[in-house]
């Protein structure tokens, strides 16, 4: 295999990833009235507590004034509250409201449920193998971006 080859398989790859991700997540999103995106950011609330635009921006990898624009829509739904810090109104905290945490909890619900039927079709080691693959090749695009 040369390099042509290695690059030709990684982009198919991360481009089948993420294709599968849309097609396994995207139902739930739907069955609760979210993108896909709106659903990251929740479970990025979910996962962390209060953060400010800008740490759920590089969270989610996305621009923070998209970020944003994504935050007034689900604060307007009732799922997070923005509030300007006091010390420097620049900066937006963002956290999950009662609702929101009860959205982001089914929908991490739903979520597991489907990975639980899929890890009872592999074993472990299969389990294994696709996190070293996975690491390694998170390893090699930290390289490359580094160089």
Same mark, same amino acid.
């Given at each position: 295999m040369d390099i042509n080859d290695?690059?030709? &398989? @990684?982009w198919t790859y991360v481009r089948n990833i993420t294709d599968? @991700?849309?097609?396994? &997540? %995207?139902? &739930?999103? +739907?069955?609760?009235g979210l993108t896909l995106l709106q659903t990251r950011i929740l479970m990025v609330l979910?996962?962390?507590? #209060?953060? %400010?635009?800008?740490? =759920?921006? +590089?969270? *989610?990898n996305m621009a923070g004034t998209n970020i944003s624009t994504m935050c007034k #829509? =689900? +604060?307007r739904r009732g799922l997070i509250t923005r509030k300007r810090e006091v010390r420097d109104e620049r900066v937006v905290k963002v956290t999950l409201t009662? #609702?929101?945490k009860e959205v982001a909890n089914l929908i991490n619900q739903e979520i597991d449920e489907? &990975?639980? *039927?899929v890890l009872n079709e592999?074993?472990?080691? %299969?389990?294994? *193998?696709? @996190?070293?693959?996975l690491t390694k090749l998170r390893d090699l695009l930290f390289k490359m971006r580094e160089s």
């Open positions: 290695l690059k030709e &398989i @990684i599968n @991700i849309n097609l396994a &997540i %995207t139902p &739930i999103c +739907d069955k609760h979910l996962k962390n507590g #209060k953060c %400010t635009i800008g740490e =759920l921006a +590089d969270e *989610v #829509k =689900l +604060d009662e #609702k929101g489907k &990975i639980k *039927v592999e074993n472990q080691d %299969t389990m294994e *193998v696709i @996190i070293r693959g």
